[in-house]
């Protein structure tokens, strides 16, 4: 007897996921035998973001427990004044979590129309509560959008969620999806994400960080980040026809308070204008 409520519970747990429609695809399920980090984006959902969204600050909620939160503030607004968001515009946020980068544009500028989509429920919850006008949905940036926004995107972000994603191929397909919801002309600013050239530095500086800081999740090899190159996201941008210009965590971040910023990196993809020729693929 009892075994059955374990039993129960683990059946329910992954039920309630496809639910969300955060699964992966048939196509996109990688086996064992084939990818030693098979299903990590559903292990980081199930056993660290469902979790989160209790946390009294937003930023710590996100995961940003490392750094203090008028420092992740300031470092989050240096990167969006370099995309040029203005007051109305209208904004799309790729895994926004409960809000936090949001928050830190709301401050900075009018009249945004939000919208924002993460795969787990508590944050999204929390994203409702902190920016109430906002539009946020739960579901996977894996996956086709659930619902359009009512105008297309000024800005789409996405800041540290790649690194969650089981594979390159999830990512690109999230970008294309990002692409869709976006303006001609748009920008597309892709945060925080970690550099395949400096893993052996990120190895180093999470294992000391993480060290400190209670609420961390110890890594192994299923639950570690997926590493990505910056010659990857310019192939990305290439087959978009659009522009591509990579933000150090040194310039947006000159104190150095976001430790993790040693082997991180950023970019910002500007889309093509309508009449704008595509490029060479
Ligand atoms: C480090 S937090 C960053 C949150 C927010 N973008 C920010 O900059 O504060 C990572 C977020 O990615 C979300 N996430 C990870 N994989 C996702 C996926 N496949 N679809 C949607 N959200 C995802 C997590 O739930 C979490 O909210």
Request: with cysteine; hydrophobic share 40%.
């Amino acid at each position: 007897m009892i075994f059955l409520p374990v039993i129960l519970l683990s059946f329910a747990a992954p039920v309630l996921a496809q639910d969300a429609g955060v699964r992966p695809q048939p196509e996109q399920t990688h086996t064992p035998a084939n990818n030693p980090y098979a299903d990590r984006n559903y292990r980081w959902l199930t056993e660290v973001w469902q979790k989160k969204g209790g946390a009294a600050q937003p930023h710590a909620a996100n995961g940003y427990d490392i750094v203090a939160a008028d420092a992740w503030s300031a470092i989050m607004a240096n990167m969006l004044i370099k995309t040029g968001v203005a007051d109305g515009a209208t904004v799309f946020d790729f895994g926004c979590g409960g809000g936090s980068s949001c928050l830190v544009l709301n401050k900075m500028r009018k009249n945004i129309s939000f919208y924002g989509i993460d795969y787990s429920q508590s944050l999204i919850e929390r994203a409702k509560k902190e920016l109430p006008n906002g539009t946020f949905w739960t579901q996977s940036i894996t996956q086709p959008l659930k619902q359009q926004p009512a105008t297309k995107a000024d800005l789409v972000m996405c800041s540290g969620v790649f690194l969650y994603l089981d594979s390159p191929k999830d990512v690109e397909q999230s970008i294309l999806t990002m692409a869709s919801v976006a303006k001609p002309g748009a920008k597309i600013l892709l945060g925080d994400i970690s550099d395949s050239e400096k893993k052996h530095v990120a190895d180093k500086i999470r294992g000391e960080v993480h060290s400190k800081v209670a609420t961390k999740v110890s890594s192994d090899d299923s639950l570690d980040h997926l590493y990505l190159s910056r010659s990857f996201f310019s192939d990305i941008a290439n087959k978009l026809g659009a522009g591509i210009e990579f933000i150090e965590f040194a310039d947006v971040d000159p104190a150095g308070s976001y430790a993790n910023g040693a082997y991180r990196f950023n970019a910002i993809i500007t889309l093509p204008n309508a009449h704008e020729p595509r490029t060479q693929q």
